[in-house]
C-alpha cells in the first residue's frame, strides 16, 4: 500500500462527505448518456433504429388488433436535421396511454408476458423519442385515432429524463382520414450514409413479414419503395404461458417460490409450470426425493442364507400378542419378505404394516406402532446382517456382519462389468463396497448418488492399492448406475415449499430434479412462427430465384422460455454471385447491425457448405455462391447481446436447431444442385451426340443406299429418355408413350387440337377453349413400358403435344 492510500479516509467526516455526492439516477437519464447502448450511436444509425422501433411497434399492434399492416415511412430533409414519420393502420393509443407509451422508458405491456412479440423491454420507440429531443431540441408529435373513436388525440411531448415521465408540450383533438392507426413525427440529427442498412431493413421486413405491406419515401429516391403484401393469411395469435421446468435457473426457482401461494412441492409445479400435470408433478418429487434423502440399498431375503430366520427372529421380537396371532403375523411377514428379489428398508416397514393390519383384523389383537417397530428391527437385521436389531429408540446402530452384504455386491458388480474381469477382482471389489456400505450411518443404507460415486471410487483406489487390480473409470461408473438402478427411492415427506424457498441446497436438489425429469417439450401457442409456405413465399416475394427452400423445427427450451427456428434458402436465378446473403431475425424482426457478433452468423459460418454444393473457400466461413440464407428465432424471450437487439447470443441450445434448420433445408438445395448438375451433363452428352449421331447416319444412308434413318428413337434410346410419338392413320391418332430410363414415370400428357375431337380412348379428358380443343391424360408409365393414347380427329385438324412429369432433358418429343 502506498503512503497515500494509507491517508484515504483519515479525515473526519469524509464519509457523510461522499454519501452527500450519492443519488439515484432514472433509467431515462442513464441511457440519456449511453444512447449508443440502444443503437443511437450515430446520426446515420440513429435514423435507422428510429425506423426500425417503429415499424416493429406498428406490426405488433396491427397483428394484436387482427389488422393486416399497412406501414407507410417516410423521411424528409428538415433544415439542418432530417424528419422522420411513420404512420401505421393498427389500432391506434387511448388518450390516457399515449404519453406513457412514447415518453417513458421502461413502460410497456410485454415484458412479463411469455409470449412472442416483436417489442418486450418497453424502450424501443421512447428511446427513439428521447434520441429525437437531445438531437434536434423538438418535441415528438404524435397522432392516434384509436378504432371507432369519431375524432384523434395529438400530443407534442418530450421524455423529463431525471424523473423518466413525459412531459407534454402540447395537445388537442383533432380529425384525421385515417378511421384507425397511430403516427409518430421524430426531428433528428442524421445521415443517409446508412440509405443501404435501411433499404435492407426495410426490405427484410417484407420478407418475414409477408402479410404487410410497407412504403418507404426517402430524399434521392425517384419513387417510393413498395412492398406488397404476399398472403392475407395474419400470423397466429399467441397465448401467454407459464415458464416451463427444464432450464430455469436456481435464482429464479428459489424466487417463484418465494412469491408462490402453493403449500407443497407438487402444488407448485403443476401451478406455476407449464406442462407439468400430477403425474410429471410426481416424477420430479421422486427425483428430488433420490437427491435430498438418497436412495435406500435393497438386499435379498434370507432364504438363500441358512443362518437367518426372518420369523423366527419377529417371534423374540413380539410379546404379549398371543402365540397364534405372533405366529400368523411373523410367519406372513416372512414369507412376504421372501417373495421378494430384494428388500429394503422402508419397503421391509411397509410389510409389516400391511401384514400387521391383515393379522389384526383377523385376530382381533392390536398390534401398535412399537410392536411394528420392534418387528422391522428384528427382521431387518436377519435381512441386512445386523449383529443385533436396533433400537428404534435408540441412536447407536450395531455392526453389519460385512460377510451378508458381500454375495449381493459381488452379484452387481459382475453383471456391471466387463468379462475381463476376473473373480478375484470382483471379489475384492464387492469386499470393499460390501466394507464401506457397513459404515454408512443408520440402519436403512441410504446414500445420495454423489456420495455413492465417492464410495464406489474409494472402493476402486483400495483394491488398486491393496490388490494391485485395476478398476477403471468407466467399470466404476457402470457399477454406480447399476447400483443405483437397484436402489429404491425413499417414500419420505418432502419439504413444503416455504421450506424449500429457505434452503439453497434444497432448491438445488428440486432444480436438478426438474431437469433430470423427461417433460413435454412447452406448447407452442405461445409462438408464432412464419411456416415452411410463408418463409418460402417471402424469399419468391422479393428474391427472383431459381430453387426455394425452408425448415420450420418443432419448438426447444432455452432458460424456462420456449424457441422455434426457421431457416430459408434461396438460390441462383437474379441472386448476385459472390458472399451468400445472411438474413437474421427473432421475432420477426430483422437484425440489421452487428452480423459478425451474431450466434446466428457464427453458425452459418461453423457449416460445411461444400457438403451441400456451395463454394467454401477453406472449409469455413461465409459460403460463396448466388445464394441467400434466412434464420429466423421466434421466442418468448429472445437473448439478445444487448440492449439494442442487434445479435443473439451464443446460447448453445438455440445454435444447435439453427444449424438443424439450416442443414434441412440445405439438403433440399444439395438435391437441386446435384439434379441440376445431372442434367447440365445429360445435355453435354446429348449435344454431342446430336453432333455424332447425325453424320453417322447419313453415311450409313450411303454406304446401304438407303433413305437416312430417323435418328430421335435412337437418341431417346441412347439417354434412356422418355419419347412421345404421334402416330396417324386418316382420321385416327395415337400418342405412343415409351419409359426408355430405369424408373417409372408420372406424366401428364396434353394433345392441343384445332378441331373437337371424338372417339376418346380411356383416361382422356377434354376441355374446350376459345375454339381449341384441350385432350389430357395422365399415365404413369413403367421403366422399360409403353403406353398408347389415342382419339379420333379431322385429318385437317392441327396438333401440338405439351408434356409434363419429367425433365426437358429427359424428354423426347417426335409429333
Known sequence: MTSFQSTIGDEEGIAEELAESQRQ????????????????DSGARGMVTAVKEAVDNALDAAEEAGVLPDIYVEIEEAGDYYQVTIEDNGPGITKEQLPKVFGKLLYGSRFHAREQSRGQQGIGISAAVL??????????KVTSRPRGQDRAQYFELIIDTDENEPEIKYEEETTWDRPHGTRIELEMEGNMRARSQLHDYIRSTAVVNPHARLELREPGLDEPMKFERATDQLPDETEEIRPHPHGVELGTLIKMLESTESYSVSGFMQEEF?????KTADSVIDHFRDRYYGREMAWSPPAAHE?????????????????????????DVADTVGNNEDVSHHELREIVDNVADSVEDDTGKTFGATVRENATAAAWAEIAGFEAPADPAGDDVPDVDEERLAPDLYAVVDDATSTRKDDETVQAVADALAFRFAALEGVAFRISHDDLERLVADAADYVAEQHDATFGDTAQENVV???????????????????????????????????RTDILAPPTDCLAPITEDLVEAGLKKEYDADFYAAATRDAEVHGGDPFIVEAGIAY?????DGKAEILRFANRVPLVYQRGACATTDVVKQIGWRNYGLDQPGGSGTPNGPVVISIHVASTNVPFTSESKDALANIPEIEDEIELAIREAARELKSFLNKRRSMQKRREKQDVLGRILPEMADKVAEVAGEERPNIDSAMARIMNNVTVERERDGDAVELVVENHSDRSADLEVTEIVSEEPTGLGDGATVVDMDDEWFIQWKPTVSAG???????????????????????????????
Open 25 to 40: 439516477i432514472s433509467i431515462a437519464e442513464f441511457f440519456e448518456k449511453n444512447k449508443h447502448m440502444l443503437g443511437f
Open 481 to 515: 448406475e447399476t447400483l443405483w438402478s437397484t436402489m429404491e427411492t425413499v417414500p419420505d415427506e418432502v419439504p413444503k415449499v416455504a421450506d424449500v424457498a429457505t434452503d439453497r441446497d434444497a432448491a438445488a436438489d428440486l432444480l436438478e430434479a426438474m431437469r
Open 307 to 331: 443362518d437367518a430366520d426372518v420369523a423366527e427372529a419377529i417371534r423374540g421380537a413380539v410379546s404379549n400378542k398371543g402365540a397364534d396371532a405372533t405366529d400368523a403375523f411373523a410367519t
Open 572 to 576: 441462383g436465378g437474379e441472386i448476385e
Open 785 to 815: 413400358d409403353e403406353a398408347e393414347l389415342s382419339y379420333e380427329v379431322s385429318t385437317d385438324a392441327d396438333c401440338d403435344v405439351s408434356v409434363s412429369g419429367v425433365e426437358d432433358e429427359r424428354l423426347t418429343v417426335d409429333a
Open 131 to 140: 434520441y429525437s429531443q437531445l438531437t434536434s431540441g423538438q418535441p415528438a
Open 274 to 278: 407449464t406442462r407439468v400435470g400430477r
